[in-house]
């Protein structure tokens, strides 16, 4: 096995045609805030980063932003309150209620539109009378409703843990009658997935209309290789129990397949015990063009997540012309097309997933079909989706 240490950090296509036409033409010039959980990475952030470049002049209120995020949102002006001076993982883990609380008494007089986009506590925010708020909802938040019995059983607070237990337990009706109020507040809700639309559904009670999340279809389009010059299966991901990448090193180990494991995180250590001599890790990569390189020349990218809300990274596998193994359930119901851009396997098991493996055929797909199919969920598409929207308000 061998490990490769760089590591993955996004950038910005600022220089791509579509981004340079967001920052430059705003639709109808109704003064939009924008509002969202935190800034400090992932796919969450990307959606705000997406909605900056439709309303540059927007401000963005948040609880936290890191530097790297600030930067990147520039010239936005981006407004935290008293949580930014506490230490972010104290903030984040620890004080779901003060982020509510500063949320709550957040003021929006002088705008005509807000938008959040929040998987936890942003959507909560008031709106004065004649003020649309669109709230673009990543998940229903995860820590009080699906994924409840996973925080509970390993709430990630070391040593601490046994008192986050308690503290969820006792606490998680009123959290859960809280987050169900906020829920109801915004005017409009869209879902990341028909998933996403069906938790909301499950939870808050309410419809909402699905628009995807910007995906960077043109970046990856670009590392798409030709099925001859492809070699070996890859997963991508933070190593957390959740992702499941265990499910891909064992079964590619058993059936000695090539596999590239891309990411970092708490399970790594477990992964490299558990993998063959056939498994490489790569645990970071500077420049995500690197990473568009590994994805685009891969024959196969393993998705083995628990149930995803929407899942970014095999979209973007799609847009690189490579086929997605993906457990079915969850986000992956709206982009895999067995035959056509993938395949899914039934059951979170080592034995579900090669039997899957065994029958896949890298040969029986189309580059050009499967970079096709990526398309509906290009930031193209999210913009114009999002600016009909608005300008219909």
């Not at 959507?123 to 409703?145: E, L």
Request: proline share 6%; with cysteine; aromatic share 12%.
């Amino acid at each position: 096995m061998s490990k490769i240490s760089q590591r993955i950090k996004w950038i910005p296509e600022v220089n791509q045609t579509t981004n340079y036409e967001l920052r430059t033409t705003s639709p109808k010039q109704q003064k939009v805030a924008l509002v969202c959980d935190w800034l400090v990475g992932g796919g969450a952030e990307k959606v705000v980063y997406e909605l900056h470049l439709i309303y540059p002049e927007a401000p963005i209120y948040t609880s936290y932003c890191n530097d790297y995020w600030r930067n990147q949102l520039e010239p936005a002006k981006v407004i935290t309150g008293y949580l930014q001076r506490w230490p972010f993982s104290v903030m984040r883990k620890y004080i779901p209620l003060l982020r509510t609380w500063w949320f709550n008494r957040l003021e929006f007089h002088d705008f005509d539109v807000i938008i959040s986009a929040s998987g936890a506590e942003a959507k909560g925010i008031h709106t004065p009378k004649g003020v649309k708020h669109v709230s673009y909802i990543h998940a229903p938040t995860h820590y009080y409703w699906a994924r409840f019995n996973e925080y509970l059983k390993e709430p990630g607070f070391g040593k601490f843990s046994w008192l986050a237990r308690r503290s969820l337990k006792k606490l998680i009706h009123p959290l859960r009658t809280l987050d169900f109020q906020a829920a109801q507040r915004p005017d409009v809700l869209l879902a990341n997935s028909t998933h996403t639309r069906e938790q909301i559904q499950k939870y808050y009670k309410r419809e909402s209309k699905v628009v995807h999340p910007p995906i960077r279809t043109q970046k990856f389009n670009k590392y798409a290789l030709d099925k001859a010059e492809r070699e070996g299966l890859i997963v991508v991901g933070r190593q957390t129990p959740y992702k499941r990448i265990d499910l891909a090193v064992k079964a590619c180990s058993e059936l000695n397949l090539k596999l590239t494991v891309v990411g970092d995180g708490p399970e790594h250590e477990r992964l490299c015990k558990i993998a063959g001599p056939t498994v490489e890790f790569i645990n970071h990569i500077e420049d995500d063009s690197r990473l568009a390189e590994l994805v685009g020349s891969a024959t196969g990218f393993i998705f083995p997540t628990n149930i995803e809300d929407f899942g970014i990274a095999p979209v973007e596998a799609l847009a690189a012309g490579t086929p997605v193994i993906a457990y079915s359930a969850g986000g992956p119901l709206d982009y895999i097309k067995p035959g056509k851009n993938g395949e899914f396997f039934d059951k979170q098991t080592v034995k579900s997933l090669k039997e899957t493996l065994e029958k896949f055929n890298p040969d029986n797909y189309s580059v050009n079909e499967i970079k096709r199919s990526a398309e509906p969920f290009s930031i193209e598409s999210f913009r114009k989706k999002i600016t009909k929207l608005i300008n219909s308000l």
